[in-house]
């Protein structure tokens, strides 16, 4: 006798999945991974790293090469999503369709500007919330309640983008030791599913970029 089949229980994180995003930045060479995920997964992430010369994809990721840059509070899932898919779109853009002039360059330093993509991200962040709030004005989906918190590692950062829409509220956080998923909206027990960086993680950033949201 076959014993009949639990029912799947989804995870209850998926719900929220594209609440927030992750924007990590790696601190030599200025490269930008986008992640739905507090933690870097590691192939996911370097299916990101577009192949621009040696060495330019590294066989993993070493996390003390890579640092918050951002962390983006989005009014609901689908709006974080929608942004994600941009993002990747705006990413494929610029690594195909760049200035013909850098193939002048010698390969070392056509390299350091293809990976350089930090400022193009920022300003490209910018530009999808824009291009997302104009979608929803057009299927007339706006609430009038619509606001995009930013929390920077450094505030200067956010000047990369000419402008931003007036939705958009930028945040620094002031307080590191804390790590948790506070003001994402999420169930009070998913508190309990996120995992604890090692002390001293450079994870542990994030509690800074995800505190004062209130």
Not at 22 to 29: A, K
Not at 73 to 95: A, K, N, S, V, W
Not at 113 to 127: E, Y
Not at 148 to 161: F, L, R, S, T
Request: hydrophobic share 35%; glycine share 6%.
């Amino acid at each position: 006798m076959v014993a009949p089949k639990r029912p799947r229980t989804p995870h209850p994180f998926l719900g929220h999945l594209g609440r927030v995003l992750f924007i990590y930045n790696e601190i030599y060479t200025n490269q930008v991974i986008y992640s739905l995920y507090r933690s870097l997964q590691n192939n996911a992430a370097i299916k990101q790293l577009m192949f621009v010369g040696k060495q330019s994809v590294p066989a993993t990721l070493r996390k003390d090469r890579w640092s918050p840059l951002a962390c983006v509070h989005f009014p609901t899932p689908q709006f974080g999503l929608d942004t994600y898919r941009l993002l990747r779109e705006f990413r494929i853009m610029h690594e195909t369709q760049y200035d013909p002039a850098l193939l002048k360059l010698t390969k070392e330093k056509r390299k350091k500007k293809l990976q350089d993509q930090k400022a193009n991200s920022i300003a490209d962040l910018a530009q999808a919330i824009q291009m997302e709030l104009e979608h929803l004005e057009k299927k007339n989906m706006r609430t009038g309640d619509e606001q995009i918190v930013i929390k920077w590692q450094n505030p200067i950062d956010g000047e990369y983008a000419k402008s931003w829409p007036g939705e958009v509220r930028h945040m620094q956080g002031s307080r590191p030791e804390r790590y948790t998923f506070a003001k994402a909206d999420l169930p009070d027990d998913m508190q309990l599913l996120l995992p604890q960086p090692p002390e001293g993680s450079l994870l542990s950033n994030w509690g800074t970029l995800l505190d004062g949201l209130d």
